[in-house]
């Protein structure tokens, strides 16, 4: 049985074709991210193998229909990047990774923040060049301070888990709050008070289209002066020009983004030896006070060895067995 993989990079070859000892797959790497501009290229795979900037449109998904495949397995745990209805219209079987290694994007969440705000990337460099001076370096202690977490699902949980470690405050939204963090000490709000009180806010909620521009021009008036916001969720989250006048105007005063609006056209290339034609991205990289990573937070050895073990054993249950439990989506 064939799976073509797409998005495909040197260390996904390498997890799964160790797993696949176990399954015996036959397995075709695309580097090019799937679209409508190679989709034509499927031949007889009957399973596709997709990643986060896929794009899975209606008019790829009749494509890939008309091509005989029968199940898109998502290698991540979002799926907004799917047209679930046009997959159920045209009868392909979905899923994907609903949890590998929450820790790692916590941690990921955690070592932006603590970057941004102990300076330790500047540090490093300074120190290179024998510069021991310490202005510029001066940071603020995370003990004590207010953290709004919003979406305190697997991934916003083990970070408020790190967040309680330092000795922060943790205040967080959900649509669905769970008790035992209120156990923990984790106080509830309103979006609108998270928004007004948190010293620093963490998007931890998938990207719907409720919550698309969550962070835009009005919720940004509602935050205190000099907020910090992470985002390791999904770039549009973010309404990325609100956020560069909140940075100008100092509304912002530390910003992390492991994700971002246009990613899919920078994010996972060796862009060094390329003009950027995305102004807006080389605007926020130029900028002392932003931190951006390429989408990193997932990238650990625990998370890719179970991201390709519950990817192949899914698409060998499902068209085995065509089990359901919670990685399958449709
Ligand atoms: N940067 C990375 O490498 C990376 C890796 C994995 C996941 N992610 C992102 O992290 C997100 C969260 O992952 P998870 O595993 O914690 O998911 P999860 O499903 O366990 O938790 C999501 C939580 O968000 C809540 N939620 C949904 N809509 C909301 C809204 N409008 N406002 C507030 N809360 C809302 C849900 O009730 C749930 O508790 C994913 O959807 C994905 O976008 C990023």
Known sequence: MKIAFFS????????????????GFQFNFYETHLGPHIVNAIE??????????????????????????????????G???????????????VCRVPAYSPEAVAEHTMAMLLTLNRKTHKAYNRVREQNFALHGLLGFNLYQKKIGVIGTG????????IALGFGAHVIAYDLYPDPE????????KSLDEVFKESDIISLH???TPENHYLINKESLDKMKNGVTIINTSRGNLIHTNDVIKALKERKIGLLGIDVYEQE????????STT???????????SYPNVLVTAHQAFFTTEALTEISQRTLRSISDLLSKGITDEDVLL
């Open 8 to 23: 495909t990079k040197p260390y996904d070859k390498l997890f799964f074709e160790k797993e696949n000892r176990t399954y």
């Open 44 to 77: 007889d795979e009957k399973v596709i193998c997709a990643f986060v900037n896929d794009k899975l449109n209606r008019q790829v998904i009749e494509v890939l229909a008309e091509k005989g495949v029968e199940l898109i397995a998502l290698r991540c745990a």
């Open 79 to 93: 799926f907004n990047n799917i047209d679930l209805e046009a997959a159920r219209e045209f009868g392909i079987k």
């Open 154 to 161: 697997k991934i916003g949980k083990a970070f408020i888990k």
């Open 181 to 188: 963090l209120t156990a923990k000490g984790v106080d509830y």
């Open 205 to 207: 909620c998938p990207l």
């Open 264 to 271: 899919e056209k920078l994010f996972f290339k060796d862009l």
């Open 275 to 285: 003009i950027i034609e995305d102004e807006t991205i080389q605007l926020l990289m």
